[in-house]
């Protein structure tokens, strides 16, 4: 359920968790992936500069109404730069499968380098077992981390794996 990016750790949840995983990991930042209108759920012990919030629908096409946008993406990892260290991160959409798990394994490929997807991955699927990356925003990281399609690539293996799994043969 934890990951370590030096000695920052990650946890991921759903919006409904929010608040007992706030305190329950003693998150020093939050990152909120929310929709259009959605108010986040602000916990008194995380100062409300650590928090992130970003609105946008989980769209599975750019071309969908409120879709997340390449600019979104930039700003949560320019944010994701600024974490010191020793952060304790929690990242939330609605359902914690997501949204949130794209940003987070964006982050994870920022803090650990190009060289290490398969591993940051793999990480995510340690942090959260349920982990399904929305694929807009995992587009828009590769792009902006320079990744050439490699963690296009990592996820979308991933996620065939997954349906192989669950129904037997490949779609």
């Known amino acids: 359920m934890l990951s370590y990016i ?34 986040p759920i602000l916990h008194p012990g995380t100062p409300l ?12 096409h750019e071309w969908q109404t409120n879709s997340p946008t390449e600019e979104q993406v930039s700003k949560i990892l320019e944010w994701g730069k600024t974490l010191p260290d020793d952060a304790i991160l929690l990242a939330h959409c609605l359902a914690g499968v997501s949204r949130s798990t794209a940003a987070s394994l964006a982050l994870l490929v920022q803090y650990h380098g190009l060289d290490k997807i398969d591993e940051c991955l793999k990480m995510l699927i340690d942090i959260r077992p349920q982990a399904c990356p929305n694929p807009i925003i995992i587009r828009f990281a590769d792009k902006l981390l320079g990744c050439d ?17 669950i129904f037997g043969k490949r779609y």
């Open 149 to 165: 399609g490699k963690l296009i690539e990592a996820v979308e293996g991933y996620l065939n794996s997954k349906i192989i799994s």
């Open 6 to 39: 030096y000695s920052m750790k990650i946890f991921i949840c759903s919006k409904s968790e929010v608040t007992a995983m706030t305190s329950w990991v003693g998150a020093t930042h939050v990152l909120s992936l929310l929709d259009p209108g959605s108010r």
């Open 49 to 60: 500069q650590n928090w992130l919030l970003v609105h946008f629908d989980d769209n599975k």
